[in-house]
């Protein structure tokens, strides 16, 4: 269907055909005319389906820009997430001259103020600092229409409950809510009985997203001979565009340099890094300077990537819903896409979780010999010099040809271009620093299918970075929370699943039955 279809105003069809959008996605099919007639929708699909202009466009159609009041709201679980739907959604609303501002913790509090003193008309933001803005009354949600939860699964594993409690309990009654997970635990159900009136839920079925476009192996192997393994498959398979995974900051610096090194376009990303930088990386890497990303999951989650062929994955991930959200930055549109696991042997149990979660095998994969590496190069090296011969004028050159020719036969001149144009990786050694191995799971670690991860298991990037703790970085931290009990971040995964919720949102579900339209698109 396209987007001319679904009842937008001109403005914003206008913003959505400057961006090069034409087919509605399912998700956006499905959504966008629910959440125009002001229903509450609860959307379940993967990352990279276009959930951003699903419930972007349908909000940003009820702005009324002669108001300068705060009229929308997104919570979303991490600064980059938030800071790429603040982005798409400033795109989408160009044309109606919408303006959107993002707060995430970890940036500059008073810079942030300011900048809400201007009243915007959306408001993106991660748990933590939205709710830092309430308490000091720089943000008031009064006038909010509608509600956006995005990654609404990701939000309740990173412990972010009583934030968005505290944050709903600031709007209005009325509303409209929308939400999106890309899993359905019965936590989730619950957030759509306490703070949704009857909402309609839009199924988009996984598997026929992505699960059958994408070839997944593993390598297993020790730690140490995963870079080199790696590189040799870059040379065999010669991927167009790819996404590498490390667990942590320190990996993701020390892969991108090392694959530099050895004559691959590589840059990382990572929450350390500053807006800026994250932005040039990524202009690069979609605008085709880069061939490669490294990155860390905050990458994972959110990012507008398309044309990835192969995600190649460093670090097996300690939350199996993290390798879901991984592998769905290729297999996109249609198209197919591969990838690749790195396991150590004590790691195994790990990737079985991941293959029960996703009900599908992943495929043993032999690492590249040296000698099959140096023919991958070598075909790359061939299929180079023919196109450069192809767009050649040779009569331009035509003296320093006949002066080479006189001082070299053309088999010598040839061994040379073809050397100049290959990688000869084996010649610069790369050394990664080891990283400690993932905890046994038969230590305790009981993966908790209602709550979509490991017990205790946070990434370490979220956890060191202000992708988690940035977000919550803000006054009350370790303090009391809204009932006056202690804050747990480290509450058990499970305890999510009890039998409910504290602070009803004003009573508004009061003597209502909860219901569900259950719209499946197979």
């Known amino acids: 269907m396209k987007f001319s279809e679904l009842g937008l105003v001109p403005e914003l069809l206008k913003s959505v055909e400057s961006m090069g959008f034409e087919e509605a996605t399912p998700i956006q099919e499905q959504t966008i005319p629910l959440a125009l007639e002001g229903l509450d929708v609860i959307g379940q699909a993967q990352t990279g389906t276009g959930k951003t202009a699903a419930f972007g466009l349908p909000m940003l159609q009820k702005i009324d820009t002669s108001k300068q009041v705060i009229q929308g709201l997104v919570i979303a679980p991490t600064r980059e997430l938030a800071i790429q739907t603040q982005e798409e959604l400033y795109r989408l609303g160009r044309e109606k001259r919408v303006s959107v501002q993002v707060v995430y913790g970890g940036a500059d509090i008073g810079r942030q ?60 009654a009325d509303r409209q809510t929308l939400l999106f997970s890309a899993t359905m635990p019965p936590s989730i159900k619950r957030i759509g009985v306490q703070f949704m009136q009857k909402p309609e839920h839009v199924q988009i079925k996984a598997s026929h997203m992505q699960a059958n476009l994408i ?17 040799r498959l870059f040379d065999v398979q010669s991927p167009e565009l790819a996404i590498v995974f490390g667990r942590t900051k320190r990996r993701v610096d020390e892969l991108s340099k090392g694959l530099e090194l050895r004559g691959y376009r590589a840059e990382g990303i990572h929450g350390d890094l500053t807006q800026k930088k994250r932005m040039s990386v990524l202009k690069d890497f979609k605008s085709g300077n880069l061939d490669i990303l490294v990155a860390t999951d905050v990458a994972a989650r959110g990012l507008d990537i398309t044309g990835v062929t192969h995600v190649y994955n460093y670090d097996i991930p300690q939350d199996p819903e993290s390798y879901v959200h991984r592998i769905g930055r290729t297999g996109r549109a249609g198209k197919e896409g591969m990838s690749v696991t790195f396991v150590t042997p004590n790691e195994m149990d790990y990737l079985r979780t991941i293959e029960k979660l996703t009900g599908k095998e992943m495929s043993p994969l032999r690492p590249p010999s040296d000698e099959e590496a140096l023919r ?35 088999e010598e001149l040839a061994a040379a ?61 370790g303090g009391k929370n809204r009932s006056g009990g202690k804050r747990r971040d480290d509450r058990k995964r499970d305890d999510r699943s009890g039998s409910g919720y504290k602070g009803q949102n004003k009573g508004q579900n009061k003597g209502k039955k909860p219901g569900f339209t259950i719209r499946n698109n197979d």
Do not use: W
């Open 113 to 172: 103020i300011r900048a809400l003193k201007n009243k915007p008309h959306i408001v993106v933001g991660t748990p933590g600092r939205l709710l830092d803005h309430i308490r000091r009354k720089t943000l008031r949600l009064s006038e909010i229409q509608t509600l956006v939860l995005d990654e609404a699964d990701e939000m309740l594993n990173m412990g972010f409950l009583d934030d968005i409690e505290a944050i709903i309990s600031e709007t209005s």
């Open 215 to 231: 070839d997944q192996y593993f390598v297993k192997c020790k730690d140490f001979e995963k870079f080199d393994n790696m590189t």
């Open 376 to 410: 991958g190069q070598m075909k790359t090296a061939v299929d180079e010099i023919s196109r450069l011969v192809k767009e050649t004028d040779a009569t331009k050159y035509s003296r320093a040809v006949e002066f080479l020719m006189e001082e070299f036969s053309a």
């Open 417 to 477: 271009f073809v050397k100049s144009q290959a990688k000869d990786s084996t010649d610069v050694p790369v050394k990664i620093t080891p990283e400690r191995p993932l905890p046994s799971r038969n230590k305790k670690r009981n993966y908790n299918k209602s709550g979509g991860g490991y017990k205790g298991g946070r990434s370490s990037d979220r956890r060191s970075s202000g992708e988690r703790g940035g977000s919550r970085s803000r006054s009350h931290e």
